[in-house]
Nanobody, 133 residues
Framework: VQLVESGGGLVQAGGSLKVSCTVS????????ITWFRRAPGKEREAVSC????????FFTTPVKGRFTITSDNARSTVYLEMSNLKLEDTATYYC???????????????????????????WGRGTQVTVSS
């Protein structure tokens, strides 16, 4: 299975950008697709995911209300549409595929977490998103 991201670039704060993740070598609906990002000097973090079989989506708090995730199974592609971009959204964005059939799991403290990197089966190489002031 291969994942290829595209669509990254330079955008001004407040602007929008749509990145894509195309999956080959496997059926998109067999995987949960998660978008991670890694900003300079920071740890990798998950921001959004979709399970195209169930239609379930999830967003982390920093991006909720600003990012949208959709899929086109015919094109085997997942899209992350980012709007009202902030300087802190600057990062390399990676898409990742997991055989785990859900986007998030409950934690012992009663919260909810997205899939962890250790739960990912396949990774893309990333696409750079830079937000300028």
């Amino acid at each position: 299975v291969q994942l290829v991201e595209s669509g990254g670039g330079l955008v001004q704060a407040g602007g929008s950008l749509k990145v894509s993740c195309t999956v080959s070598g496997g059926s998109l609906d067999a995987y949960t697709i998660t978008w991670f990002r890694r900003a300079p000097g920071k740890e990798r973090e998950a921001v959004s995911c979709i399970n195209t079989d169930s239609g379930t989506t999830f967003f982390t708090t920093p991006v909720k209300g600003r990012f949208t995730i959709t899929s086109d199974n015919a094109r085997s592609t997942v899209y992350l549409e980012m709007s009202n971009l902030k300087l802190e959204d600057t990062a390399t964005y990676y898409c990742a595929a997991s055989l785990i059939p859900y986007c998030s799991a409950h934690t012992e403290s009663g919260g909810e977490r997205m899939l962890l990197p250790m739960e990912i089966n396949y990774w893309g190489r990333g696409t750079q998103v830079t937000v300028s002031s």
